[in-house]
């Protein structure tokens, strides 16, 4: 058995190579070839569930708690979701090849800029064996190779249904090795992944913060990080009571265990006593605990007094942060403060204010009387997602099949010269 | 005095600080800065050329040659061009607060994108001293703040012009420590600047390759290389040969020290009979040594063959590499094997094939019929530039004010929710 070193670099340096052929291929051959992975996943449901028994068998034997058993779960049903979202990204058009400002220039030359894939991307997540086809169908459609690297618990899973992909790319003609999973569970493997920097191009992590922090950290290969969303709504004074009152509700209650979600909610003091006691009822009833400040607790009967690291707390499930402000400078501070730049948002029929609060309030998406549960891929039309990045370069917010991408210049000359 | 780390860490710590008011002062704001500071280097010439005196001073006694004290002298034509510099950049449009792409979707909301600065950049440059007036206009113009470090020789006038600039920005309205210089000449100093992740969101080297590939090797913050060009001039079999004369003489002679000049010509085989003689008689009289594969040697009495390394060489001097091939496929493999995927240029009339080497190189430019040498920030229209990037990822090829900035979704709704 070869160390785990040069079976990464050599499962590295495998994608890299098929990349090159990948990176050309025309559309249709593309989509091609997701369509018959999508029908593979389906013709070969029962060995995939027969891998992820497998799975869950050593899962409940190292005591695994059921959500996360339920979470590495494959059935049937799940198994058809995962053929559908190829199917999705099949329907998406094809970033790679488009041509956009083209212009002619002085020295008698036109140029522009022409989408290309960026190359081998490696994704390292944990849990869900879904990403497994998630992931790739979003690479191989935008012409990146993928290597993956899924957790240790999932690893029947995530090699079989890796290997019913790869074979029936394949066979719909792409290269060999497009898309490569590590089939390992040591943890060096990672280590190894991150120090492949002439054939790995970027490394997306999708997981909890430990592994998150562990890429960045060890990572020589740049990284587009996924990371946690302590999101604010802020209800101004000018803002439509009713409208907060449907607006935190959706954005605490509609899905709370999401990067999206609220945690924080901050509203001005001159519209407190008002929404608090109206507000405070409705949480109550949707069995939303509720962390208050000083001066909002006297209105809501149900609240605990919020501590400090309340702010900085990422609920993830019905339970929530609300502090009122004595302005908007406050609520802008408080949100610099304690906010991960994921999504913010204001609640306002203040035109000044609100593009006051557009530009001022940094973050990957900045909304204006819209829940932020509506920062997603599909929802905002990019078509299907690979994630919602927290950087600050190349992709911020919802990246879906384009920011996969990278550009090129194209000039065309007729013997053009700089002299 | 205290420590190297501590010093860098808290200057770090000042320009962020300074970045949050910069990321959304108004663009009069900016360009009345930038004015001043252009008025400012003229006003103080005379203390920057007897800070200048001092580097030169200290570089004859330390042995320099002659083009590095000539690239390291400051005088008063070369002041003038720093101010001309600045005064180019107020003319530029400014990026940030620009939203594009704003649409409407189903759930009853919009959705675009508005144009951000990134933050904070870390600029690590070698020798001239006018990067560091170039590179700070371009950061405060795109909202930016920037931490320089430039290199040893040239501390005095780097710390000279930091002061004045800045010193200037803030008597027109910047917050101060918008641009600071680290005033140090402990190598120690760019490590720890490498790692200030809390502070600094983007470093930009610009430099030999021993600077690129140290900083890309130890950095903890994102980096934008700019490195090496061996770039490539495709003579087709459809070419015409008067054009392919004309646009190598100008790719390789019109200013060979620079990343997108000429380094290794590759010619059709069909073609080399006829255009070799031609344009052997043009380079020697232009006064370039060339290295040549050995068909391509009868044709051209005055070369030296071409030995394996020759085709990994960037020249950068009046000294070039010719190669005869069989076929386009075999000027790919060359391309792809040698190239830096800096700037690839083709000559033909042939469009199929034109249209396919557009696709099929990889390269931050990829050109037809047109010399290396207009990959150039301003000759495409992008205004000035920071630099050519050989990343993938952000921003490839000729950098301008738009590369410095990053993106957020705004988001227009009417109490629009997810559920």
Redesign the interface.
Known sequence: MESTAAYVADQAARVKTAS?RL??LPTAVKDAALTAMADALIAQSASLIAANQKDLDSGIERGLDAAMLDRLTLNPERIEQMANGLHEIVQLPDPV?EISDM?S?P?G?M?GR?R?P??VIGIIYESRPNVTADAAGLCIKSGNAVLLKGGSEAIHSNTAIARVLDEAGQQAGLPPHCLALLETTEREAVMQMLQQIDSI??IIPRGGKGLIRMVS?HS?I?VIKHDDGICHVYVDQAA?LE?AI??TL?AKT??PGVCNALETLLIHKQVATELLPRLGKRLAAAGVTVHASPDALPHLPEAVPATDKDWDTEWLRLEMSIRVVDSYADALDHI?QHGSQHTEVIVTNDHTLAMRF???V??????????P????GA???LGAEIGIST????A???MGLVELT??????????????
């Open positions: 090159l990176s050309s090849g212009k220039r020295g030359f140029v022409m290309v960026i190359g191009d970027l950290e020589r740049p439509d409208m449907e607006l959706d509609q899905r610099q557009l530009r001022e940094d973050a990957a998406s900045v909304q204006v009387n819209a829940s549960r509506l920062h997603d929802v905002f039309g950087a600050r370069l190349h911020r917010g919802a990278s550009q090129k210049f194209v000039v065309f000359g007729d013997g053009a010269l700089r002299a």
